[in-house]
């Protein structure tokens, strides 16, 4: 299943196809919402070698993400993207639902 709800930034793309295509077997960058973290839910980053059947895809360029269909409630309207400063590299989401994060930004509350 492909959805458009979540996008993959360009900075994000170009990170996930250079992670993917250095990593045997894995094709996609999975990404899930858990219950937890310090603001009661928190991203999860995972590498996967296929989809499930409930997983919508989302994919620019060579990259490919994986979001099971009940992560994709709490982060539709999303945008993926890769930050790389001072404080260090990583995945953030730009999510419009979240009514507040943390200072990691893993974790977040709707």
Known sequence: ???????????????????????????????????????????????????????????KNDAKVLIDSLSLVYMAGSEIDFVDNLLGQSFQIKNPNAVASCGCGTSFSI
């Open 1 to 59: 299943m492909t959805d458009t709800s979540v996008t993959l930034s360009d900075a994000a793309a170009k990170r996930i196809a250079a992670i993917i295509g250095s990593q045997a077997g894995k094709n996609a960058l999975r990404v899930s919402v858990e219950g937890g973290g310090c603001s009661g839910f928190s991203y999860k980053f995972d590498l996967a070698d296929s989809a499930s059947d409930d997983d919508i895809i989302v994919e």
